[in-house]
């Protein structure tokens, strides 16, 4: 990987977006021969801190109170506009708007308070085909100011759907998936068609797809749907609420979860036999047709 690229500052997510539109429209005018490359270089930035009204603002929607420690899923928030700063740069080949995100892999090795002073570096792997279109991973870590110290890890893989790389092979065919049988839900959300715009206004994350029916039609969606990393964050609130300093997580997103809507879950804990979390699994799906939204699982330590 060649040298890092050294951001002053932790660029803005809605900069980032205008760009990744402007991206896209010189790259319809062009038509010029795809990239099937990644970008060589990570991009960092040094010396932020976490804005601790953001904080308060994000755990209140997840239903948590504000504590000092920073919820890993705010981390994920926290570290996305250097991750995204990968993904506008004029050689990543595949188009940020209308990306679909299909999992989520995290190690939160540490606390990290609201005070700490942190570096975050990004860069992008795995550029593999799908049949679907084009997958690809970012990687994002949060280490403590001077990097001797990793904290939080996270790998995200998107989908850009319909985008076939040449020299990218489709998978085969894959055994069928089996049906899925609901369990007794253990809780329910009811999420408004304003669930998309409440979870920007305290992420940044303000893509199209998740803020009206308008602007998600605008990237071929029938409506608004929910951000991914909500669901995560919410389900993270509530297994346990208080958690060991090290711990990771994982969820896959089997469809999205178009707004307004009702979602069943399941989450269970595993404990020792003195009662010592070890871990959750869950599972989200359609309280109205039964379709799975999302799994996943939480467990003390990191591998």
């Not at 755990?59 to 700063?85: N, Q, W």
């Not at 085969?172 to 206004?201: I, S």
């Not at 003195?274 to 359609?286: I, K, P, Y």
């Amino acid at each position: 990987m060649s040298e890092d690229t050294q951001l002053n500052e932790m660029p803005s997510l809605s900069k980032l977006y205008v760009n990744a539109a402007a991206t896209a429209a010189r790259s319809r005018l062009m038509r010029s021969e795809p990239v099937v490359a990644l970008p060589a270089r990570a991009v960092e930035v040094r010396g932020v801190r976490a804005d601790l009204a953001k904080v308060t603002e994000f755990a209140h929607l997840m239903g948590e109170p504000a504590r000092d420690v920073l919820p890993s899923g705010y981390l994920h928030a926290f570290a996305f506009p250097v991750a995204m700063s990968v993904m506008v740069q004029e050689d990543f080949p595949l188009p940020l708007l209308g990306m679909i995100h299909l999992r989520n892999q995290v190690e939160h090795f540490a606390p990290v308070l609201f005070t700490d002073e942190l570096s975050v570096r990004a860069w992008a792997r795995d550029l593999t085909g799908h049949r679907s279109g084009t997958q690809v991973q970012l990687v994002a870590e949060i280490h403590n100011a001077d990097g001797t110290e990793l904290l939080w890890r996270g790998v995200s893989t998107y989908l850009a759907k319909g985008v076939f790389l040449p020299g990218l092979d489709k998978p085969g065919a894959t055994a069928g998936r089996t049906d899925f049988v609901p369990p007794v839900p253990t809780a329910q959300w009811r999420l408004g068609v304003d669930t998309g715009r409440a979870y920007a206004a305290v992420s940044g994350d303000f893509n199209p797809i998740h803020l009206s029916v308008l602007s998600a039609k605008a990237l071929g969606l029938r409506r608004s749907i929910a951000h991914g990393m909500y669901a995560a964050a919410r389900v993270l609130a509530t297994v346990p609420p208080s958690k060991p300093d090290a711990f990771s997580w994982d969820i896959s997103f089997d469809s999205p979860i178009f707004l307004p809507a009702t979602v069943s879950l399941e989450v269970l804990d595993r404990r020792a036999d003195d009662g010592v979390w070890l871990g959750s699994e869950f599972t989200a799906w359609n309280a109205h047709t039964a379709r799975r939204y999302f799994s996943g699982s939480v467990a003390a330590g990191c591998p």
